[in-house]
């Protein structure tokens, strides 16, 4: 039997951690604890992601925040998924980016996507998408940015099925080979790559914030000061 090579397709995971803590019943501060969460994500992303069955388990990752100290209450991640294309010098050519699992949609009127920067022409532009109405894609088009608002191109140069988590960019012509940088929510916090796929966390865009429990050091006179995690900034 021939072994067949796979090439990984890697999904990356920004992570925003939040958790809440008692000072009350731990010996470290916060920032102790706070590194001591780092290097449980770097385990995490070490231990059980990076491989061809590593499923990210919203529930089980936090369980394992949780467990660092006994000072830590509870915690909450917001994640986003990332991926990175280098489009080709000249264009005629059609690019596939394939996230791991499907898509977000927050509303119709909202895009799915944001991009980082890249030039056309000397001019910075950026990717968005909009419904297609009556079809369940929709259409990627090229943004500028100009005097505080997004400026949308004249037609589409691609398309997104957000159930498949796939969007497709025809005929990019950039000015040069440097990577863009695609970011979008994800449908489900379990995050379940496919066959080649792989799922990393980027920790150098991991951030952790924690704050103390307001009510669990002051009782429900610290509820006024108590902040629940929003799930979206």
């Given at each position: 039997?021939?072994?067949?090579?796979?090439?990984?397709?890697?999904?990356?995971?920004?992570?925003?951690?939040?958790f809440k803590y008692n000072p009350?019943?731990?010996?470290?501060?916060?920032?102790?604890?706070?590194?001591?969460?780092?290097?449980?994500?770097?385990?995490?992303?070490?231990?059980?992601?990076?491989?061809?069955?590593?499923?990210f388990r919203y529930s089980n990752f936090l369980r394992r925040i949780d467990e660092v100290?006994?000072?830590?209450?509870?915690?909450?991640?917001?994640?986003?998924?990332?991926?990175?294309?280098?489009?080709?010098?000249?264009?005629?050519?059609?690019?596939?980016?394939?996230?791991a699992g499907s898509l977000?949609?927050?509303?119709?009127?909202e895009s799915i996507i944001t991009s980082s920067k890249f030039n056309i022409g000397g001019i910075q532009r950026y990717f968005k998408d909009e419904?297609?109405?009556?079809?369940?894609?929709?259409?990627?088009?090229?943004?500028?940015?100009d005097s505080g608002s997004f400026v949308k191109g004249s037609s589409p140069i691609g398309y997104l099925d957000s159930r498949k988590g796939v969007v497709t960019i025809n005929n990019l012509v950039?000015?040069?080979?440097?990577?863009?940088?695609?970011?979008a929510l994800p449908n489900s916090y379990n995050i379940a790559p496919l066959r080649n796929q792989l799922v990393d966390i980027d920790l150098t865009q991991l951030t952790i914030d924690g704050?103390?429990?307001?009510?669990?050091?002051?009782?429900?006179?610290?509820?006024?000061?108590?902040?629940?995690?929003?799930?979206f900034k």
């Open positions: 039997i021939t072994p067949e090579f796979i090439n990984p397709d890697y999904t990356r995971l920004k992570l925003e951690l939040f009350k019943i731990t010996s470290r501060s916060l920032s102790q604890i706070n590194n001591l969460i780092r290097t449980e994500v770097e385990n995490y992303n070490n231990d059980v992601l990076n491989q061809f069955d590593g499923v100290d006994p000072g830590v209450l509870n915690s909450f991640v917001r994640i986003y998924l990332q991926k990175t294309f280098t489009p080709i010098l000249g264009g005629n050519s059609t690019s596939e980016i394939n996230f977000y949609v927050p509303s119709e009127r419904i297609i109405q009556g079809s369940g894609l929709r259409d990627v088009y090229l943004y500028t940015y950039s000015d040069n080979l440097s990577p863009i940088k695609i970011t704050e103390v429990d307001t009510i669990a050091t002051a009782g429900s006179s610290g509820a006024n000061e108590y902040n629940t995690f929003p799930r």
